[in-house]
């Protein structure tokens, strides 16, 4: 049965600003986190964590330690010889680790203790004797260093991974090109920061299975991870996600932890919980990868770009995590937001001895979404154009293939550009304001979550089940992970809609693999349109049953129903109906237990090239924003004025949460342009050996106070999208990526000088003021010998979506289902 | 999440109790609001074996005028308090912008007065958990002899910030102490074997390890404004990244006494987050018998700031602070001289509360 489009125009709860169904919940403070669990003769767990940043374990002595009253046992890598990863091209992590450590908090070992402060003390007792080797602490120092090796595995020594794409010949378009522009950026590396620490506690129920409650964005991946490192049974196991305080990414990965505790608890047979400390939050990190750029572009006389040129340099840190597909994203989005007619993309990620980078909000797009949107603002200033005209002169066009072969869907990033540039008054007082008092403009694209899932199989994204209740209640399952951004609230909304119900009369059941259907996650921005359509189908399947026996009692034919306000009822005579509870009585009478499925799975990507699977999505957001900055040259201060941005949203499903997904999205993204960083200190060599992060604690990494925050004007443009749940967007991410690049747009505005590095701090900005070249950034982008590159025509050159220069690729199914491709 | 190690904690009901049982045992602490001690706890960076804490000793709480002019403020007294005191909105503005700076109303509503002249000096290499401390091989200030808590005593152990000086850099980090420095304030200190009065100034010496002259054994009882403080005019700027939270970076508290045409008659500027002790300009005096016109504050900004020895060890970079020590002295002077703080710029705005 298709689903039909009669009630697609939505008619009740969608659209309408309305608080979040678990809004009492939490201001009532009565969500519980995975740290507010508690049970009956639970024991606590610490890990023990390297000290050192790259070294082998020559041995580790926990003798001290299991003396102690309260110690119950202690865990070392002995016990976990299975390695584990998010995706299936680099499962290198132990929970705990084997012969080596790789950083600066790996951890080697694990306490479990009667108490949190036994474990504590325990934990220092544990001694383990290493033997350095030499640390590496940025991408360049790996390309200069290929032994020792910090992983037996990648493209070569400590090179993680390179990839070279050529779509077209760009190197003719630049010979032909009227201007040229050549920049080189550095994006340092930053975190989530949720506020929520992980936690997670585990059992062994009563029918002998593991149980674990974790906050954790992808119960499904952790699923996954869980069997393999312990090789176990998947239907043995069950993960329940609890509500996370915020995830941003970083709660993406299935981390060591979770995998330690499952352990403990199945050996211990008792509750096992850990809580980490916002130390080990900054150890765990899968935060922001650090990124050297260089950007060419070849523009014809007006502007118009000819061609793209872009090398991106990832500091991966110590472990793969999500980072082959950072390394991807660091190139693919580039060709969504303007017309690129040809493009070239080479991006490197290496192994460094730090915390490992992964998926951050925006996940590798930021960081080239600000070279380019930086360097779009040069070419208009050369050129004299209106920073706004020349983008919207060169927008790419809804419904066409890029360069890249991704497909895309609606465009409303020329009205989110009408939007902002009216608000701020752009076209009148860019380039016109006094000195110390500029204007930026910057736009961006991003996923409605990613076209090809992490593990390739021929299965849904996402499945919704429906329970429909004698008591007129609802409930839906899904495996969605609500982390904060109202994925409830999403799901109860959507089945409401098309039941005609209150979203307040639907149970919502998630993140829990023992009773929900399969969904990927909450990742890449893809909960709202997969779980979404799956919603969709479900409902519509639920309210087709109640459709039929309500119109045969009726007499109308079931197509004519209407479902609105808890009642069912004919479109041409509203007085012939029946209310929700009879009509559900009615069809349960006829069909038994109600309850329906729905499921969804993305299109094939048009892009059929190897590596082609990172980018495709079945549509995208977009966005624009003006940022109004004062800045004082004697200090460099920046201040922020306002904020107005405008976020192309398909549909607003619930326009409350939209706006708060929008406004967060600037709270981050100014962090980021401003002030946070994930750094590190390398002590003097002849000194120490030691290589630490700077600054791990939430008062030291600076992120914006409620007091730092501009005013926000936020625009919602609605052009529906027909990949999208009633044409819906996403909106968690890609409102982030426009603020770094409008904010350093706006103090070349306000004093004239480019900082070509983000953070943009007022240090920067005194050097950039003082340098004769009114700039501070990286001079040259480092030397990367890169492999030949694939070659794929764009579409408009005979193009089909394969490499013209690929080697046959050969496939094989895992036990799992999962479709494993290799080279 | 991270836990306090064992220790015995005990509640005093008098200074005079308190100062008895700090007397028993070496490695006692005195606990006020606590907000600095606990947290430092909790990461492992000292251990004392006895908390004697005076949050119940209600005397510390009193502000009273002193006999022949002057004012006693108790060391107990809340930050919040202190900063909504409306004996201080004008007379001591200085003092109602610094406490009004520090970390957050929810600390401040516990933080006191005296815990906030006797805060830890900090450094990036210090204020971080035990483990992390292992990982750097520990420092000057809590070496690993000491198992990587501090000791009174330096030890082998060097100073990272800079691996050459034979003395802690830590930097002193108290919003209160440059303000009333600056206000000409003294303290009294009681121990169980009397009491002494001693300028405020001299309570802090550039050390980042003893960078207290207080003993051990010795109580912050009072801190006393002197009998002329209604005649001064005083203002404190404070350097933070952001607007709540953030220990300052630097701080310049600076207090005039104007005469007849706006001739300089007496003044005390002092700065704050650029040593590891507060410190008095001991060109200040230079200011008497002058007017403040943009000539003589950029002259005395140019002096004060050579003071300024920032280094890498808090948040934003040194030779930046140093830069903004310039200005922000400048700024205050200009300040006190009548101008608008809203033609200074965004960063002046935000430095001033009251």
């Known amino acids: 049965m298709n689903p039909t489009n009669w009630n697609r125009d939505p008619k009740n709860s969608v659209g309408k600003p309305r608080r979040r169904v678990d809004a009492r919940a939490r201001v009532t403070g009565q969500v519980r986190f995975a740290d507010d669990l508690s049970l009956p003769r639970m024991l606590h767990c610490r890990l023990v964590r390297s000290h050192v940043p790259h070294a082998k374990i020559l041995g580790i002595d926990a003798s001290k330690a299991l003396a102690r009253k309260g110690v119950k046992l202690v865990l070392t890598g002995e016990h976990f010889p299975i390695a584990y990863g998010v995706l299936p091209v680099s499962h290198d992590e132990h929970p705990l680790c084997n012969d080596k450590v790789r950083f600066v908090g790996d951890p080697v070992a694990a306490v479990i203790a009667t108490?949190?402060?036994?474990?504590?003390?325990?934990?220092?007792?544990?001694?383990?004797?290493?033997?350095?080797?030499?640390?590496?602490?940025?991408?360049?120092?790996?390309?200069?260093?290929?032994?020792?090796?910090?992983?037996?595995?990648?493209?070569?020594?400590?090179v993680h991974k390179k990839v070279h794409f050529e779509f077209g010949d760009v190197d003719a378009s630049f010979a032909g090109a009227a201007h040229v522009f050549d920049d080189t950026f550095f994006y340092e590396g930053n975190t989530h920061l949720p506020i929520e620490e992980h936690a997670s506690l585990a059992i062994q129920d009563p029918e002998g299975k593991l149980?674990?409650?974790?906050?954790?964005?992808?119960?499904?991946?952790?699923?996954?991870?869980l069997a393999k490192a312990l090789a176990m049974d998947p239907a043995h196991i069950r993960v329940i996600a609890t509500p996370n305080g915020g995830g941003f990414g970083g709660k993406s990965d299935p981390f060591n932890h979770e995998i330690v505790v499952a352990k403990a608890a199945l050996m211990l047979g008792r509750p096992v919980k850990i809580c980490l400390t916002r130390l080990e939050v900054f150890y765990c990190h899968r935060g922001r990868h650090p990124i050297e750029m260089r950007m060419r572009t070849a523009t014809d006389k007006d502007g118009n770009v000819l061609a793209l040129d872009l090398q991106t340099l990832l500091d991966g840190g110590s472990y793969g995590s999500y980072g082959v597909a950072s390394t991807f994203y660091s190139g693919a989005l580039q060709t969504v937001t303007y017309t690129i007619p040809r493009y070239r993309f080479r991006g490197c990620r290496a192994f460094t001895n730090k915390p490992p980078c992964g998926p951050k909000r925006g996940h590798g797009t930021p960081q080239p979404r600000f070279a380019q949107e930086v360097q779009l603002d040069r070419i208009a200033v050369k050129l004299g154009k209106n920073p706004a005209a020349l983008r919207l002169q060169q927008l790419?066009?809804?419904?066409?293939?890029?360069?890249?072969?991704?497909?895309?869907?609606?465009?409303?990033?020329?009205?989110?550009?009408?939007?902002?540039?009216?608000?701020?008054?752009?076209?009148?007082?860019?380039?016109?304001?006094?000195?110390?008092r500029g204007l930026g403009l910057a736009c961006s694209s991003y996923l409605c979550g990613a076209g090809l899932a992490i593990n390739w199989a021929e299965l849904p994204h996402s499945g919704v089940q429906l329970r429909l209740d004698r008591s007129g209640e609802v409930t839906a399952f899904c495996g969605a992970t609500e982390i904060g951004q109202g994925s409830d609230d999403v799901l109860a909304n959507i089945v409401a809609e098309i039941l005609g119900i209150p979203p307040f009369d639907v149970r919502v059941v998630t993140g829990d693999t023992g009773l929900t259907p399969v969904d990927l996650g909450s990742y890449s921005s893809r909960v709202t349109l997969m779980m979404g359509n799956a919603a969709i189908q479900a409902a519509e399947r639920a309210r087709d049953l109640i459709a039929k026996s309500a119109g045969e009692k009726l007499g109308v034919p079931a197509s004519r129903l209407v479902f609105a306000n808890k009642r069912v009822f004919d479109a041409q005579d509203p007085n012939v109906g029946m209310t929700w509870l009879e009509a559900l009585h009615r069809a349960e009478s006829d069909h038994g237990t109600l309850g329906t499925v729905g499921s969804y799975r993305p299109a094939a990507p048009a892009a059929k090239y190897k590596g082609g699977g990172v980018g495709p999505s079945p549509t995208y957001s977009y966005s624009a924003a003006v940022i109004e900055t004062q800045v004082d040259p004697d200090t460099g201060w920046i201040h922020v004025e306002h904020v107005w941005v405008a976020h192309d949203i398909g549909r607003s499903l619930n326009p409350t949460l939209v706006e708060g997904q929008v406004i967060g999205s600037v709270y981050?993204?100014?962090?980021?342009?401003?002030?946070?960083?994930?750094?590190?200190?390398?002590?003097?060599?002849?000194?120490?050996?030691?290589?630490?992060?700077?600054?791990?604690?939430?008062?030291?990494?600076?992120?914006?106070?409620?007091?730092?925050?501009?005013?926000?004007?936020?625009?919602?443009?609605?052009?529906?999208?027909?990949?999208g749940p009633f044409g819906a967007k996403e909106v968690g991410q890609g409102p982030l990526l426009p603020m770094m690049p409008a904010l350093a747009n706006s103090v070349f505005d306000a004093v004239g000088v480019r900082v070509d590095e983000i953070p943009v701090t007022p240090e920067k900005v005194i050097?950039?003021?003082?340098?004769?070249?009114?700039?501070?950034?990286?001079?040259?982008?480092?030397?990367?010998?890169?492999?030949?590159?694939?070659?794929?025509?764009?579409?408009?050159?005979?193009?089909?979506?394969?490499?013209?220069?690929?080697?046959?690729?050969?496939?094989?199914?895992?036990?799992d289902g999962t479709r494993i491709v290799t080279p | 999440m991270m836990r306090a190690p064992p220790l015995r904690h005990v509640f005093a009901t008098s200074v005079k109790e308190a100062a008895h049982l700090l007397a028993t045992d070496p490695r006692a602490m005195i606990l006020a609001g606590g907000t600095d001690v606990v947290p430092n706890l909790k990461r492992r960076q000292f251990a004392p074996s006895l908390l004697v804490s005076v949050k119940r000793v209600d005397a510390l709480r009193a502000i009273r005028a002193v006999a022949g002019g002057g004012l006693s403020i108790g060391a107990g007294v809340s930050l919040s308090d202190l900063a909504v005191d409306a004996r201080f909105a004008k007379a001591a503005r200085a003092l109602r912008s610094a406490t009004a700076q520090v970390a957050t109303p929810h600390i401040r509503n516990v933080a006191t007065l005296g815990g906030n002249l006797c805060l830890d000096t900090r450094c990036t290499y210090y204020d971080q958990n035990l483990e992390w401390r292992q990982a750097i091989g520990y420092c000057m200030k809590a070496p690993k002899s000491s198992g990587g808590v501090a000791l009174r005593d330096?030890?082998?152990?060097?100073?990272?910030?800079?691996?050459?000086?034979?003395?802690?850099?830590?930097?002193?980090?108290?919003?209160?102490?440059?303000?009333?420095?600056?206000?000409?304030?003294?303290?009294?200190?009681?121990?169980?074997?009397g009491e002494r009065t001693l300028p405020l100034r001299e309570l802090y010496a550039d050390d980042g390890m003893a960078f207290l002259t207080k003993r051990g054994d010795e109580i912050l009882r009072e801190v006393v404004l002197p009998a002329d403080f209604q005649h001064w005019t005083s203002t404190y700027w404070k350097l933070r990244r952001r607007d709540s939270f953030d220990f300052p970076v630097l701080g310049v508290g600076a207090a005039l006494k104007l005469g007849s045409?706006?001739?300089?008659?007496?003044?005390?500027?002092?700065?704050?987050?650029?040593?590891?002790a507060p410190i008095l300009v001991p060109e200040s005096a230079t200011l008497v018998g002058k007017t403040l016109t943009d000539d003589a504050i950029t002259a005395f900004a140019e002096l004060a700031a050579k003071h300024a020895k920032p280094l890498d060890n808090t948040d934003l970079e040194f030779p930046w602070r140093k830069r903004v020590t310039k200005v922000f002295v400048a700024n205050a002077l200009k300040e006190l001289r009548g101008d608008d703080r809203a033609s200074m710029g965004r960063l002046a705005e935000r430095a001033v509360v009251g």
Not at chain 1, 139 to 149: D, G, K, V
Request: hydrophobic share 35%; aromatic share 6%; with cysteine.
């Open chain 1, 211 to 225: 149980c674990i409650w974790s906050s954790t964005q992808t119960p499904h991946y952790l699923h996954k991870a």
């Open chain 1, 115 to 158: 108490t949190e402060e036994e474990a504590i003390d325990a934990a220092n007792d544990v001694v383990v004797h290493y033997e350095s080797l030499t640390t590496i602490a940025t991408p360049q120092e790996a390309l200069a260093t290929p032994e020792p090796r910090i992983h037996t595995y990648g493209d070569s020594g400590n």
């Open chain 2, 154 to 193: 330096k030890e082998d152990c060097i100073c990272w910030v800079a691996p050459q000086s034979p003395k802690c850099k830590a930097v002193s980090s108290t919003d209160s102490a440059p303000a009333l420095i600056a206000l000409g304030a003294s303290v009294v200190l009681e121990s169980k074997d």
């Open chain 1, 767 to 815: 050097r950039a003021l003082e340098a004769k070249s009114k700039r501070y950034g990286p001079d040259e982008f480092p030397t990367v010998d890169w492999p030949e590159p694939l070659k794929v025509a764009p579409p408009w050159e005979g193009g089909d979506g394969t490499a013209q220069n690929e080697k046959p690729r050969k496939s094989k199914i895992a036990k």
């Open chain 1, 668 to 723: 981050m993204g100014l962090g980021e342009a401003l002030m946070e960083e994930q750094v590190f200190r390398r002590l003097p060599p002849r000194l120490s050996n030691a290589l630490v992060h700077k600054i791990p604690s939430i008062l030291e990494y600076k992120s914006l106070t409620s007091k730092d925050m501009p005013d926000v004007t936020t625009y919602l443009i609605e052009d529906p999208d027909s990949a």
């Open chain 1, 396 to 436: 790419a066009q809804p419904g066409s293939l890029t360069a890249n072969f991704m497909r895309i869907g609606t465009i409303g990033l020329g009205a989110c550009i009408d939007k902002v540039v009216e608000g701020s008054r752009f076209r009148e007082r860019w380039g016109k304001l006094p000195f110390g």
């Open chain 2, 261 to 276: 045409g706006g001739t300089i008659t007496d003044a005390r500027i002092a700065l704050g987050g650029v040593l590891s």
